[in-house]
């Protein structure tokens, strides 16, 4: 084992604490995921896509000399309508239809927006400067910048919100019958066409608080919204639709993990772990669920 | 009926034969368009015939193209070095070695792939609808993004494949040799799946799609059919792939090889347009998208993906059952449906 993590063990602190502040906000987009896949039963490819784009909006706000972090509040706005947009546009012709149709679907307006971006926002990686400095932790062995800090804060803080709005709005009261029995919600007065549209656009303005607390943590480059849909699709199936603590838990483990296939594997292959991962967890989830089927026989 | 096709089949062999000499100009682009073809093809025995919607057939195209580049330059020189001169071709094959590097290394480009679908298939083939597309499809992406990070194979700079020998002909000569191998591989995939449609696997196939645990409990092992369809699939799909290799030239990663946003959608949505489940529905949906790419896509002058992202969106939320799809609605008599007129009126009263 001549691998550096191994010989410097406070690196796996590192990794770790650097894979907890990244899996919170991994978890904020799968709630997103988790919250359209059960209200809508919609897989949506172009999650990563309205991520990226938010994370866009916070970049030119940082562009125009307005500090980045307040993208918070501006990137979800908009998103919000460019969500709604979507669903009025094209996804409200897709929802009660086959699953592969509105993945398909998805999948180009994925490809839509990646190339949209690319003309708009030019094909550059980009990064927003918080200026927020870092914390040394451990005789300085230990380096986490308090943007990433920062960034778990607010997604914990969004994520508390959307629950408790779930709970006592009445919007959301809507939205979670609509989820429980679209049929009898519409029976009882639910406009379901409402509550989807606004569902939708719910998921992209929490697609936009990442995208803006990813352009001040990390980079951001047109094409890379894929890998973020995968991840959240894995944290979903991970955790199982409605189980939030779930969610927060495995969106954690997918951080670490990710971490140390970065200091193991290297960089190069991190993304190709992560797929790798996606293809792993739906395997062995088979092979479960299929010993379960053999004990109902 | 019988005539019919027979006159069909005719026109269209011989219109394949002379294609090269009738579009001289055109010929690497009709090769392509045979390949679109077998994509698609191949695609609709998952998609269309299984109800399997897969995003991952580009995992054996990637496979076959880099086997046989790897097997042509490896039977005869050391791989590593060749990569790594790049461009530069420090080694040249001589006609026999090519010819001999081809066969062999297109033998394994359709052989390895089957096996690989059939190790991984049983694992995967398990997932049902969205889990099996979305798999499917990180299966295609991580295939890519580790193919960028082998040495051996040029990693992310890609490698070049061998150039054609000197003294036996010109590059035309070489276009027309590829454009009949092409040609051979369609009539092969084809020929196959015609044949394979009509038996007892065609009707399973369907069966699996139209309810597969219906399927199960009437005694049809039906993993077996699903993986034996896959194993086709990759057989024919790595083929191409070993082809298109000696085709471009140029072996890269993720725009070439595993190229997921090109190809890989390219062979669901011309399945689509085509109309799935149908024998000629791919033939025609790959024929129509790439006339249509090859004479507008200049216009769009750098706006092609967004026209590629806007087409899938508009093919499969407008017309998701495609080509084949409207003409059997049309004209269902063709299709040896029999419509009661009566009951069709009575469904129009009650709209």
């Known amino acids: ?297 | 009926m019988k005539k019919n096709n027979l006159i069909l089949y005719g026109v269209l062999l011989v219109l394949g034969l002379t294609a090269p000499f009738l579009f001289p100009a055109f010929k690497v682009q009709i090769s392509f368009m045979l390949i679109l073809i077998i994509l698609a093809m191949t695609w609709d025995v998952q998609g269309g015939q299984m109800g399997y919607n897969s995003f991952g057939n580009i995992l054996f195209f990637g496979i076959g193209m880099y086997l046989c580049a790897s097997i042509q330059i490896g039977m005869f020189f050391p791989l590593a070095e060749w990569t790594e001169s790049g461009g530069e071709k420090t080694f040249l094959h001589t006609p026999t070695q090519y010819f001999q590097g081809l066969a062999v290394g297109l033998v394994f480009a359709a052989i390895v792939p089957a096996i690989v679908a059939a190790l991984i298939g049983y694992g995967i083939l398990g997932l049902r609808g969205h889990y099996f597309a979305i798999c499917t499809l990180g299966l295609g992406i991580a295939a890519g993004e580790i193919a960028g990070g082998i040495e051996l194979i040029g990693a992310g700079q890609g490698m070049t494949t061998p150039p054609w020998p000197k003294g036996i002909g010109d590059t035309e000569l070489r276009a027309e040799f590829f454009y009949y191998i092409c040609f051979a591989l369609l009539i092969a995939t084809f020929s196959f799946l015609n044949w394979a449609y009509k038996k007892r696997f065609g009707l399973v196939l369907n069966a699996i799609r139209d309810n597969e645990d219906k399927a199960e409990a009437m005694g049809i092992h039906t993993m077996r059919y699903k993986i034996v369809g896959w194993v086709v699939s990759a057989f024919f799909v790595g083929l191409a792939g070993g082809l298109v290799g000696n085709i471009v030239g140029y072996i890269e990663p993720i725009e070439v090889a595993f190229d997921g946003r090109e190809m890989g959608v390219f062979m669901v949505l011309m399945a689509i347009l085509g109309g799935k489940g149908t024998l000629w529905g791919p033939v025609i949906g790959a024929s129509a998208f790439h006339i249509f790419k090859e004479g507008f896509w200049t216009f769009f002058l750098g706006w092609q993906y967004v026209a590629l992202g806007f087409l899938i969106v508009v093919i499969v939320v407008f017309f998701p059952e495609g080509f084949m799809g409207w003409l059997r609605e049309k004209y269902p008599e063709r299709f040896g449906e029999v419509i009661d007129e009566a009951d069709r009126k009575a469904q129009v009263e009650l709209k």
Not at chain 1, 105 to 134: H, K
Not at chain 1, 249 to 275: H, K, N, P, Q
Not at chain 1, 286 to 297: A, P, T, V
């Open chain 1, 1 to 297: 084992m001549d691998y550096l993590i191994f010989k410097a063990p406070i690196l796996m602190v590192q990794a770790s604490m650097d894979g907890i502040l990244l899996g919170i906000l991994f978890a904020l987009i799968a709630y997103g995921m988790a919250l359209q896949w059960g209200v809508m039963n919609i897989i949506n490819i172009a999650q990563g896509d309205l991520v990226i784009m938010g994370g866009y909006i916070a970049y030119f706000m940082y562009v125009a000399g307005i500090h980045p972090a307040f993208g918070i509040i501006v990137s979800p706005i908009i998103m919000y309508f460019v969500g709604w947009g979507l669903y009025k546009l094209v996804i409200n012709k897709v929802v009660d239809r086959d699953l592969f149709i509105s993945i398909l679907a998805t999948f180009g307006i994925s490809i839509l927006m990646q190339q949209l971006m690319n003309f708009v926002f030019g094909a550059d990686v980009v990064v927003a400067q918080s200026n927020f400095g870092t914390t040394m932790l451990f005789d300085n062995s230990v380096t986490l910048p308090n943007s990433k800090i920062f960034s778990a804060i607010v997604s914990v803080v969004f994520a508390i919100f959307l629950i408790i709005y779930m709970k006592r709005s009445k919007l959301g009261r809507a939205i979670r019958a609509t989820a429980q029995n679209a049929r009898a919600a519409k029976i009882l007065g639910v406009d379901t066409e409402k509550v989807y549209a606004a569902t939708f656009g719910i998921n992209a303005a929490l697609c936009g608080v990442a995208g803006a607390l990813i352009a001040i943590t990390f980079t951001l480059h047109p094409y890379v919204g894929l890998p973020y849909t995968v991840r959240s699709f894995m944290i979903v199936i991970i955790a199982g639709l409605g189980n939030l603590p779930g969610v927060a838990l495995s969106g954690m483990g997918l951080g670490v993990f990710e971490e140390f296939a970065d200091y193991i594997l290297g960089t190069e292959f991190r993304i190709g772990a992560v797929f790798m991962l996606l293809v792993f967890i739906l395997v062995y989830r088979r092979f479960k669920l299929s010993r379960k089927r053999e004990y109902l026989k």
